[in-house]
Structures are given as structure tokens and as C-alpha cells.
């Protein structure tokens, strides 16, 4: 067989070329200049070291210079050069798209099961948005208040279908994902819950759980879940003792904060 066709069968492999994208050159023509404006700003805190080594790997991912790996196809016969990637979760567009498709593809092959599903999001106003993109224990909580308020819906919609709770009750499943943008790259935290349109029960601790589906939730029912989760993030806040910053941003000198708070205002943090 010859090379051209060995190579047709199995494909080949093309090396993807960050270098030649407007991302990767506007980075590596400004970035470290930028870094340096940021540094000097009067008043105003560096940008945290995570933030840094998170731009800088960037520009080394896919760049055969900082690393690879010979790859031999036996099919083809031909040796390929596969550079390392950064594997970083906050910006780079390739590793990112990697680790959602291989998430999709786990939820889908070993997690979910063979059941309807209902997403839900819900967007929260710019004060909570900046509280929430800061703390990540608070996030956590407001999550699971998010979550508790959608099982309850599921569960009363349940009592009013008529089905028998048992000895285990109603119970549901749900897969949450945090994104952490919005569709112009603003900070903008939500939430998407994918959860299960329906509720498991069984008639004892043993006993395999049964699902039962439930009909589509009406307006009234989605706005009930919204009031619920009202008094419950509210119930949250007051506990923690942190209402009053969840009506109203609060100024933060570091660097970060003041680009996130533009950054949820649609607003220029930097530059002239």
C-alpha cells in the first residue's frame, strides 16, 4: 500500500497552530508590557500570581519550542510532533474545549441515566455576581440553595401527580456547571443545572428505586421555584451576615476586583 494511501486511512494528524491566531499574538505582543502597567498603578495591588502564570502558560501551549512528544502510527508509518498543551481551566480556548468535551462525554457514557432531563439556569443581579465570583465557599452554598429549591419543586409536583413517596421519600439528581461568562466575555455568574424531570422512589432502604417522569412545569411553578430561592438566598445572606454586600458592589483596591466589577459592568478596566 502506498504512503499516501496508509496515511488517507488513518486520518493523519494536523497540528493546530495557536501561534497564528489573533489571541495568541495580541498576547505576545502586550502582555507582559500590560503586566508591567498594572504593577506601577498607584494605589492599586498587583494582579495575583495565578492570574499571571495562567496568560503566560498560554502562550506556551501547543508551541512546539516549549515541548513535545514524537507520536509513531503504525498504520501510516509516519512520525508525528505533539506539543504539550498547558491544561489550563481559565483561558485557553483549546484546553478548555478539550475538557468539556471529555466531561460531556463521561456524564453521558458513565454518570447520567437513561431518564428525562430539564435544564435549569439561573443569573443572578451584579452585586451577587461579584460576591460569588470572590468566594467560592459562598458559591458553594448558593448553589446548594439552588439545587434544595428545585428538588422541593420536583418533590411537590410529585404529591400533586399523586405518587406514593414510600418509605424513601422522593428523591432527584442533578448535574450543575458554573460558567463564569456571559456572551460578550463578561464576568457573569450562573448557573445550569441539568436535572432530572422526575423523581426516584422505592418501598424500602433495599429495594431497587423506580423513576417516575413528571409533565413539563408550568409559568406558575417556575415562578414559585424563583420565590423560593428568593427567601432561601436571602435566609443565606442574612445568616452570614452579609445582606447588606449583596445589595451593593463594595470597592476593592486589587486589581482584580476592579477589572471584575467593569468586567459585570460592561465597563473598560484598564487602558486610558
Not at 58 to 67: K, M, N, Q, T, V
Not at 222 to 244: A, I, N, P, Q, T
Request: positive net charge; proline residues 5%.
Amino acid at each position: 500500500m502506498h504512503g499516501s494511501a496508509r496515511e488517507a486511512r488513518c486520518g493523519g494528524y494536523r497540528r493546530r497552530s495557536p501561534e497564528r491566531t489573533l489571541l495568541y499574538r495580541l498576547l505576545l505582543e502586550h502582555l507582559e508590557g500590560f503586566l508591567a502597567e498594572l504593577a506601577a498603578t498607584p494605589g492599586r495591588r498587583d494582579l495575583p500570581g495565578f492570574v499571571k502564570r495562567e496568560l503566560r502558560r498560554f502562550l506556551e501551549c501547543g508551541i512546539l519550542a516549549h515541548g513535545f512528544v514524537r507520536v509513531h502510527c503504525s498504520e501510516c508509518r509516519r512520525d508525528s510532533l505533539v506539543a504539550f498543551s498547558c491544561k489550563a481551566r481559565g483561558f485557553c480556548p483549546s484546553c478548555g474545549a478539550r475538557r468539556m468535551s471529555a466531561t460531556a462525554a463521561h456524564l453521558v457514557d458513565r454518570v447520567l441515566p437513561e431518564a428525562p432531563f430539564r435544564q435549569w439556569v439561573v443569573t443572578f443581579p451584579f452585586p451577587l455576581r461579584f460576591l460569588l465570583a470572590y468566594d467560592a465557599e459562598l458559591c458553594g452554598q448558593v448553589r446548594l440553595c439552588f439545587l434544595k429549591t428545585v428538588f422541593a419543586h420536583l418533590a411537590r409536583r410529585a404529591r400533586r401527580q399523586g405518587l406514593d413517596p414510600a418509605a424513601s421519600g422522593f428523591r432527584s439528581g442533578a448535574i450543575n456547571v458554573i460558567q463564569r461568562f456571559g456572551g460578550a466575555l463578561n464576568l457573569n455568574i450562573h448557573f445550569h443545572a441539568l436535572v432530572l424531570d422526575g423523581v426516584y422512589t422505592s418501598a424500602h432502604a433495599f429495594a431497587r428505586p423506580q423513576f417516575e417522569s413528571l409533565p413539563p412545569p408550568s409559568r406558575e411553578d417556575v415562578e414559585k421555584v424563583l420565590s423560593d430561592f428568593r427567601r432561601r438566598l436571602r435566609s443565606l445572606f442574612e445568616r452570614r451576615g452579609m445582606l447588606e454586600a449583596a445589595e451593593s458592589t463594595s470597592d476593592c483596591d486589587s486589581v482584580l476586583a476592579h477589572v471584575a466589577a467593569s468586567s459585570i459592568r460592561g465597563r473598560i478596566g484598564t487602558g486610558p
